[in-house]
């Protein structure tokens, strides 16, 4: 019989029996389903209340995004589009360019919009100071970022992660669109594994 892991938020869920885990030992579970809920809604006033008018468009990073987008965008009461972006970083020999490539580029005009950038995590923050001066560029009327998860350890982010839903611990998180080796993003709550 496994030990039932520790729990960082939430009550003591029986996942560590979770056939989706593939017989992964979780650490534990650091966010259950029912936490990721209840903070998911605030986030969706918080959005609410920070736009008073105007084009909001929600943009999700995929792939890690695709849960948390789904769910949050639906908490949002008041008019917005939703698109995506999918990035590709051209490796470690670039990054001090800057570059990032778009494989697929918002179909949407940026223009005078104000832009919600969705992501699952901010760990080095890489991925976040790329795109930003990316989509900067493109002349949106405000451009703000929302993360679900926040490490705290990012030296590479100029621009402040204006919506956080928790910060998180500095472990190998999946679940919640979160993978690891492409498995694990189905997980309705988001662990950490050995
Ligand atoms: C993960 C995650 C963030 C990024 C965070 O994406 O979804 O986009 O890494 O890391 P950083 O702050 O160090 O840049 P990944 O490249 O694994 O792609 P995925 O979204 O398809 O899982």
Redesign the pocket.
Known sequence: MSAVPEVLFGSVAPEHEDPRLLGRDVRRIAFDAATLRSRVIELGQEIHDAYPDGDLLVLG?????FVFLADLVREIRRPLHVDFLVASSYGDATISSGEVRLVYDPETALEDKHILLV??????????RKLLTLLEARAPQSIEICALLHKRI?TELAHPVRFVGFDAPNEFLVGYG??HAENFRHLPYVASLR
Do not use: Q
């Not at 992501?119 to 976040?128: A, F, H, N, P, Q």
């Open positions: 990073l995929l792939k890690g995004s992501e699952d995590i901010v760990d080095s923050g890489r991925t976040l990012a979160l993978d």
